[in-house]
């Protein structure tokens, strides 16, 4: 059952093949056999989820059914769920327990879907490898050696485990297309705005954006076409009509014209990632796309430009953990000073505090103009050749990264660790919609291809990738993993 898509199962259930209750125990029972190993999860919901199968077979039988009843589902941990703890990996919440659900959990969840439970990640989406979680790190099913990529990472490696055929994802540099590709499933980060933030933990405000991660284009459509839509709670979703994204997924693509960026093929790039990714982009093209080499120097400045926005986005939103209002609050404070002090420093990782005191110095008097201000207008200028490239073709195309999954030893300072997010960044930092796919194997670990279409395209995005998935079988291979099931 597990080899099933979000779409196989959604006919199976009308078929009446099975029932909501059969997918949940089975699901359930295989994060029980491999999660121990893979570390996925932080939080795991049985008994919810039985009672949501439940009620989702009850409202099937009534023939109140809609396309995502009695569908599983797993929430990346910064998303709030109303009852179940909520800890974007930090011992700061280790024992928050939210009053209310995120917009995008309530959607999925009015559509009758069923949540297994609460992902893994890096604390609070700072990070590329899954390494810095309070809950310790995930491992990536491929090979237990190496990261699966973040901060989405419990996400990726549960849906390369088929622990569960979809989970949530948030994307602010790359932390849903990062680990897609490193874990060889199907990962789309939308326009910015296009799903509401309401309910997320935020990292960086300006560039935050939930997305789905699936095995399969198609069931990220379908995902998408009840998470997207304008959303009153967040002042900044877009107001832009959603769409219905499975619609056009059988359209071929002749005609399409797609740029490819020499700046996303530096001399550096290994030949294992360049080599699988170059034929995906040949197979497009024996499918109809017109490949159009274009330049984007731009591309040069994305890392330092994201790194000085995120840290003073980032510090300013953490600045309400305080130990009064939320989370961890430290034994026997002297006063409000040392209340402050020691809640924060017992409840923050490492890798936090460093971005907070990054982001203190970008935003302090003698920084502000020089680096907070120049990057905002490097960022615009990014922004602007972005848009302006997306004139003259209809998608930007490379690899999502550049390397295949790194050993847990490796890439340890954060300056390396950043440059792994190189390729993604762009697209975060213009608001543009971009997905990651399966595109091949190096020595045993995945290979992920990207592309970036203009504001609110995911639907040709969705499209592109599904036509790819019609010609390969790259999205159906799974992991070998370690205890039987
Ligand atoms: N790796 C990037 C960072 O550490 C991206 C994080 C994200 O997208 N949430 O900031």
């Not at 699901?27 to 056999?33: G, M, T």
């Not at 008994?47 to 109140?64: C, F, H, I, P, T």
Request: net charge negative.
């Amino acid at each position: 059952m597990h080899q099933l898509t979000l779409t196989q199962l959604q006919q199976g259930l009308a078929n009446g093949d099975f029932t909501a209750t059969d997918i949940a125990e089975h699901y359930l029972s295989r994060i029980e056999a491999h999660d121990p190993q893979l570390n996925s999860f932080i939080t795991i919901t049985a008994d919810q989820a039985l009672a949501q199968a439940k009620a989702a077979d009850e409202a099937r039988a009534k023939g109140e059914a809609g396309p995502l009843n009695g569908l599983p589902i797993a929430h990346k941990d910064m998303f709030c769920t109303q009852g179940v703890k909520t800890t974007s990996a930090s011992r700061m919440l280790d024992n928050f327990v939210p009053p209310y659900s995120a917009t995008a959990v309530e959607r999925l969840q009015q559509a009758g879907m069923v949540m297994l439970g609460k992902t893994n990640m890096d604390e609070f989406a700072m990070g590329s490898s899954n390494t810095t979680s309070f809950y310790g790190a995930v491992k990536n099913p491929w090979q237990p050696d190496c990261v699966p990529g973040g901060s989405s990472g419990g996400s990726a490696a549960a849906v390369a485990a088929r622990l569960t055929p979809a989970a949530t994802g948030s994307d602010t540099g790359g932390s849903i297309r990062q680990p897609a590709a490193l874990t060889g499933i199907t990962g789309l980060k939308p326009t910015y705005g296009r799903i509401s933030r309401w309910g997320m933990i935020a990292l960086a405000s300006s560039m935050d954006q939930a997305g789905p991660m699936a095995t399969t284009a198609e069931d990220c459509a379908l995902l998408l076409n009840a998470l997207a839509g304008h959303d009153n709670k967040d002042s900044t979703s877009a107001t832009q009509a959603a769409e219905d994204y499975t619609q056009g997924l059988q359209q071929p693509i002749s005609g399409l014209r797609i740029g490819v960026p020499e700046e996303f093929f530096p001399e550096t790039l290994s030949s294992g990632v360049a080599n699988p990714v170059r034929a995906a982009l040949s197979l497009l093209e024996e499918q109809g796309a017109v490949l159009v080499p274009i330049s984007l120097p731009c591309l040069a400045w994305v890392v330092p430009t994201y790194t000085a926005l995120v840290a003073a986005e980032a510090c300013s939103n953490l600045s309400r953990f305080d130990g009064v209002r939320f989370g961890h609050q430290c034994d026997n404070p002297k006063d409000i000073e040392d209340l402050f002090t020691r809640s924060r420093s017992e409840g923050f990782g490492a890798n936090v505090k460093e971005r907070i005191l990054l982001g203190n110095s970008m935003l302090s008097v003698e920084n502000y103009q020089r680096y907070y201000v120049k990057a905002q207008q490097v960022r615009r200028l990014i922004s602007q050749a972005l848009t302006e490239a997306l004139q003259e073709v209809d998608l930007i195309a490379g690899p999502t990264t550049p390397d295949v999954a790194f050993g847990f030893d490796d890439k340890q300072d954060p300056v390396s660790m950043n440059l792994s997010d190189t390729f993604t960044i762009g697209a975060n930092l213009a608001g543009l919609p971009a997905i990651s796919f399966p595109v091949g194997f190096e020595q045993g670990l995945p290979v992920g291809a990207q592309l970036i279409g203009g504001a609110f395209k995911e639907a040709q995005l969705l499209q592109v990738v599904h036509q790819y998935q019609q010609a390969t079988q790259w999205h159906q291979e799974t992991p070998k993993l370690g205890a039987a099931q």
